[in-house]
């Protein structure tokens, strides 16, 4: 394959050592690599956007390897994305990747994810995305998911990938001898419990601090696509999930399932 031009970005953070793995190892596969993301962590963001402040973005060419063009910006991952696109690339990328997230980004989780965000910001830009994490926030050995996820990539845009269509990457955490075979599958629905923790300051003011457990792939497999296996479950078992997301959120059932207003 011929070298691309690729547009990392993540919501960690330009410190964060998932993106500058990714980055290193896309260069010493003779990429073209340019990263911008945020300054400081903003996980957890969702698609959300600046409107009213300025976005900033400085030089850090410094904290990645050699070749690698990087900004750090003020704003969510998915500002990043776009300021990419619009002022800070002279050329369209041939590919978004959005990671390594430091942590799972499994079912329906994806809709709070800004490391998924920024992925999908290339997505509707009309740019293939791929959103990777590790799902753990322990496991701290990104080698193997780099090159799992180039390697997707690479793959992926060499039989042509679909217009609109973003890819969602969770590793487990685990060494690559122990893990299982890479597999598609469909978004759980995950749900939590216990999502606030009610603290009281030296004041005496009370304040919440979010935190809960999930309750793990509640959804039942049925028929067509949703007979795959769920991301939690894959995840679970070892082995690498890869969930293909579409932005349009249109319903697709019957008309007849659906409210009448006349």
């Known amino acids: ?126 740019v293939p995305s791929l959103a990777v994490s590790i799902a753990s926030f322990q496991w701290r050995e990104f080698t193997f998911a780099s090159e799992l996820a180039l390697e997707i990539a690479e793959k992926a845009l060499s039989q042509s990938w679909p217009d609109k269509l973003l890819l969602n990457l969770n590793i487990p955490p685990c060494n690559a001898s122990e893990m299982g075979e890479l597999s598609w599958t469909r978004l759980s629905i995950r749900q939590y419990e216990e999502q606030f923790c009610r603290r009281i300051d030296p004041r005496g003011n009370i304040y919440y601090w979010m935190a809960g457990n999930a309750v793990k792939d509640i959804d039942s497999a049925g028929d067509g696509p949703f007979s795959w296996p769920s991301d939690v479950a894959q995840i679970e078992s070892n082995s690498p999930s890869i969930t293909p997301i579409q932005p349009d959120l249109f319903w697709r059932g019957d008309l007849n399932e659906l409210p009448s207003f006349n």
């Open 1 to 126: 394959m011929k070298p691309l031009k690729i547009l990392i970005s993540n919501d960690d953070g330009v410190f964060a050592d998932g993106i500058r793995n990714l980055a290193s190892k896309a260069v010493q596969r003779g990429h073209e690599v340019t990263v911008v993301c945020p300054d400081q962590e903003r996980s957890a963001t969702g698609h959300g956007l600046t409107l009213q402040a300025p976005i900033r973005a400085e030089k850090a060419d410094a904290l990645f390897e050699e070749g690698v063009l990087a900004w750090g910006c003020s704003g969510t991952p998915a500002d990043c994305v776009k300021l990419a696109l619009n002022e800070l690339l002279i050329e369209k990328p041939d590919l978004i990747l959005s990671g390594i997230n430091h942590g799972p980004n499994l079912g329906t989780d994806v809709f709070c994810s800004g490391t998924v965000a920024a992925a999908l910001e290339g997505t509707l830009a009309g």
